[in-house]
């Protein structure tokens, strides 16, 4: 006999998710996907002006701030057919790259690594022996005996005080905790330095948007202008600020995060046979190095994976009615011409229809419709969007930079290239890629810095941006890799407004609810067959979904002002 386990909310994650499994001899045997949050934002947009709407999808989510407005104004710049200068495109590069960093840096830490990483258990560990594992696996500074031994006092006294404060309600001494006390508090002590840390990174987009999170972008380049000796402008002494932030970054992933992400791994190599989940993988490609519509000059190149066969790369094609449709089987929405249909997003409809029951509620109804995410697929394939994809990609198409990551991780576990279809490997992707990215980021702040030596301070490009040079009507195509994956925005302008505007966020991929077909998107297929030793603490379950790093308000967008949030973790089926 199965139990229907229900985690409604999933926490340490954006937004809303409900989880309900089916467990059965101590495994999961079904799983269901469900987003909470009701999805607006694209009917907010329509009648408004095309160049405003990057400010307002940027307030989609705080979380991978920058993304949506980035690929909102890729989306205007395709419709009107505007070209920005170098100098634009590579700070755009930075700023993703910046990104990057610290959207992986904060999720290992503080989204993820309590799932692997028990912090009670931290308290029995030797610090001198701390200090002799850390400084054996990196040349990070900050791993003396006594640095170790204050960390453990200062959650010794939460402990003792009853009061775990941001380590309070956590699964702390479960079975699936296999981590030695020692890389248990080195993995505690990072935590706390990550979240000095990811301050500092984000000063990028300060600098170059104006602010963070919500930088500021411009249809056609950006709104930073360049003068090296002008106090109000992009001037030597920002630039310069930038570079050693960069810097710092990168010595922080190499230094801190890369070494801690192997230590951990190595204790959890049976999660490089869980989670593996589709098997297909989906990536848009970003980070453009000879202009944005070159499609093949990409540090993050396009294509897709079938079945796990990284023998063949498929390329991908925005614009095509049949590559990328949007279904609403099971799904509160409905579309005009009837729900069994699929629509791609030039021609996508954002119509709410609820027909679930009223919250609070035991179980979804799975049968029917059960969550506001609508179901995406790649000519009809079910698709994993994220860092895993990427990785995948770039190693399949032999990109130099991947493989060499790769396969020194591959190495250094000691595990076939099979262990990158999993949990573990999907978490490893990750860090892989800021790896790259730090190095990228660097690479492009180069180039900027060697363009403006050279005289070119071009950070716009106008002759398009007045409604008087656009057509009447146009459509538009902007795509990027945010963090959690392959991010798309179409964009439908008649009479120099927003006529329609579809978002396709990496998210909606992941989570969706099942397809015409009862065809399971990435979440739930990834979660058969993950093993669960205590059916009241889930852990493994959290594992497996945090590592797709979730973010439900890209998905579904905005609150319903009558919505009640709902924390549980409960049997409620035999």
Same mark, same amino acid.
């Given at each position: 006999m199965?139990?229907r386990?229900?985690v409604?909310?999933?926490?340490r994650?954006e937004?809303?998710?409900r989880?309900?499994?089916?467990?059965?001899?101590?495994?999961? %045997?079904?799983?269901?996907s469900?987003?909470t949050?009701?999805?607006l934002i694209e009917?907010?947009?329509?009648?408004r002006d095309?160049?405003d709407?990057w400010?307002?999808?940027?307030r989609?989510c705080?979380v991978?701030?920058s993304?949506?407005?980035?690929?909102?104004?890729r989306?205007?710049?395709?419709?009107l057919d505007?070209?920005?200068?170098p100098?634009?495109?590579?700070?755009r590069n930075?700023?993703?790259c910046a990104?990057?960093?610290?959207?992986h840096v904060?999720?290992f830490?503080?989204l993820?690594?309590?799932?692997?990483?028990d912090v009670?258990?931290a308290?029995?560990a030797?610090? %001198?022996k701390?200090?002799?594992l850390a400084?054996?696996?990196?040349h990070?500074?900050?791993?003396?005996p006594?640095?170790?031994?204050?960390?453990q006092?200062?959650?010794?006294?939460?402990?003792?005080?009853?009061?775990?404060?941001?380590?309070?309600?956590?699964?702390?001494?479960?079975?699936a905790?296999?981590l030695?006390?020692e890389v248990?508090l080195?993995?505690?002590?990072? &935590?706390l330095?990550a979240?000095e840390?990811?301050?500092?990174?984000?000063?990028?987009?300060?600098?170059?948007g104006?602010?963070?999170?919500?930088?500021? @972008?411009?249809v056609?380049?950006?709104?930073?202008a360049?003068?090296?000796?002008?106090v109000?402008?992009?001037?030597?002494?920002?630039l310069?600020m930038?570079?050693q932030?960069?810097?710092?970054?990168?010595?922080?992933i190499?230094?801190?995060?890369i070494?801690?992400?192997?230590a951990?791994?190595?204790? &959890?190599?049976?999660w490089?046979?869980?989670?593996?989940?589709l098997?297909? &993988?989906?990536?848009?490609?970003?980070?453009p190095?000879?202009?944005y519509?070159?499609?093949?000059?990409?540090? @993050?190149?396009q294509?897709?994976?079938?079945?796990?066969?990284i023998?063949?790369v498929?390329?991908?094609?925005?614009?095509?009615?049949?590559e990328?449709q949007e279904?609403?089987?099971?799904?509160?929405y409905e &579309?005009a011409?009837?729900?069994?249909?699929g629509?791609?997003?030039?021609?996508?409809?954002?119509?709410?229809?609820y027909t679930?029951?009223?919250?609070?509620?035991?179980?979804?109804?799975?049968?029917?419709k059960?969550?506001y995410l609508k179901?995406?697929r790649w000519?009809g394939?079910?698709?994993e969007?994220?860092?895993?994809?990427?990785?995948?990609?770039?190693?399949?198409?032999?990109?130099?930079e991947?493989?060499?990551v790769?396969?020194?991780?591959l190495k250094d576990?000691?595990v076939?290239?099979?262990?990158l @279809?999993?949990?573990?490997?999907?978490t490893?992707?990750r860090?892989?890629?800021?790896?790259?990215?730090?190095?990228w980021?660097?690479?492009f702040y180069?180039?900027?810095i060697t363009?403006?030596?050279n005289?070119d301070?071009r950070?716009a490009e106008?002759?398009?941006f007045?409604?008087?040079?656009?057509?009447?009507k146009?459509?538009?195509v902007?795509?990027?890799?945010?963090?959690?994956?392959a991010l798309?925005?179409w964009i439908?302008?008649e009479?120099?407004?927003?006529?329609?505007?579809?978002?396709?966020?990496p998210?909606t991929?992941?989570?969706?609810?099942r397809d015409?077909k009862?065809?399971?998107?990435?979440y739930?297929?990834?979660?058969i067959?993950?093993?669960?030793a205590?059916?009241?603490?889930?852990l493994e379950?959290?594992?497996?979904?945090?590592s @797709?790093?979730?973010?439900?308000?890209?998905?579904?967008?905005?609150y319903?002002?009558?919505?009640?949030?709902?924390?549980?973790?409960?049997?409620?089926?035999?």
């Amino acid at each position: 006999m199965s139990k229907r386990i229900v985690v409604d909310p999933i926490t340490r994650i954006e937004g809303h998710l409900r989880i309900e499994v089916d467990i059965e001899n101590g495994k999961i %045997k079904d799983a269901y996907s469900s987003g909470t949050m009701v999805r607006l934002i694209e009917e907010i947009l329509k009648g408004r002006d095309p160049r405003d709407a990057w400010a307002f999808v940027g307030r989609v989510c705080g979380v991978c701030t920058s993304v949506h407005s980035l690929t909102s104004v890729r989306a205007v710049e395709d419709a009107l057919d505007i070209v920005v200068p170098p100098n634009a495109e590579l700070v755009r590069n930075i700023m993703h790259c910046a990104q990057y960093m610290h959207d992986h840096v904060v999720h290992f830490y503080h989204l993820h690594a309590m799932d692997w990483v028990d912090v009670v258990n931290a308290l029995k560990a030797d610090p %001198k022996k701390t200090s002799e594992l850390a400084q054996s696996i990196s040349h990070w500074p900050k791993s003396s005996p006594g640095y170790f031994s204050d960390i453990q006092k200062r959650i010794g006294n939460f402990v003792a005080s009853g009061q775990l404060g941001i380590f309070a309600n956590g699964y702390w001494g479960h079975p699936a905790y296999k981590l030695p006390a020692e890389v248990n508090l080195i993995g505690l002590a990072h &935590y706390l330095e990550a979240l000095e840390w990811q301050k500092e990174i984000v000063k990028v987009h300060a600098i170059f948007g104006g602010k963070n999170p919500h930088p500021n @972008f411009l249809v056609g380049g950006m709104a930073c202008a360049i003068g090296i000796d002008d106090v109000s402008g992009l001037n030597a002494e920002r630039l310069a600020m930038v570079g050693q932030l960069l810097i710092e970054g990168k010595k922080f992933i190499e230094q801190v995060y890369i070494p801690d992400l192997m230590a951990i791994a190595s204790f &959890y190599k049976d999660w490089g046979a869980i989670g593996g989940g589709l098997g297909n &993988y989906l990536v848009y490609g970003d980070l453009p190095t000879n202009g944005y519509r070159d499609r093949t000059a990409l540090k @993050f190149p396009q294509g897709a994976i079938l079945n796990k066969d990284i023998s063949k790369v498929y390329d991908v094609d925005l614009r095509q009615d049949e590559e990328v449709q949007e279904f609403i089987t099971h799904s509160w929405y409905e &579309y005009a011409g009837g729900e069994a249909i699929g629509l791609h997003p030039w021609k996508g409809e954002s119509k709410i229809n609820y027909t679930g029951p009223k919250p609070p509620f035991d179980q979804l109804n799975v049968e029917d419709k059960y969550s506001y995410l609508k179901t995406p697929r790649w000519k009809g394939h079910a698709m994993e969007v994220g860092p895993l994809s990427r990785v995948l990609v770039g190693y399949a198409r032999g990109v130099e930079e991947y493989k060499a990551v790769v396969d020194k991780a591959l190495k250094d576990l000691n595990v076939p290239v099979t262990a990158l @279809f999993s949990t573990l490997g999907r978490t490893a992707a990750r860090g892989l890629e800021s790896v790259l990215s730090a190095q990228w980021g660097m690479e492009f702040y180069d180039q900027l810095i060697t363009n403006i030596r050279n005289g070119d301070t071009r950070m716009a490009e106008m002759s398009r941006f007045e409604p008087a040079t656009w057509p009447q009507k146009a459509v538009g195509v902007g795509c990027s890799e945010a963090p959690r994956g392959a991010l798309a925005h179409w964009i439908n302008i008649e009479d120099q407004k927003i006529a329609n505007y579809q978002l396709v966020v990496p998210t909606t991929w992941n989570a969706s609810p099942r397809d015409s077909k009862g065809e399971m998107s990435a979440y739930e297929s990834s979660l058969i067959d993950t093993p669960v030793a205590n059916e009241s603490q889930p852990l493994e379950l959290l594992r497996t979904i945090h590592s @797709f790093d979730p973010c439900m308000a890209c998905a579904v967008h905005l609150y319903d002002e009558n919505g009640k949030t709902i924390g549980r973790v409960s049997v409620v089926g035999d």
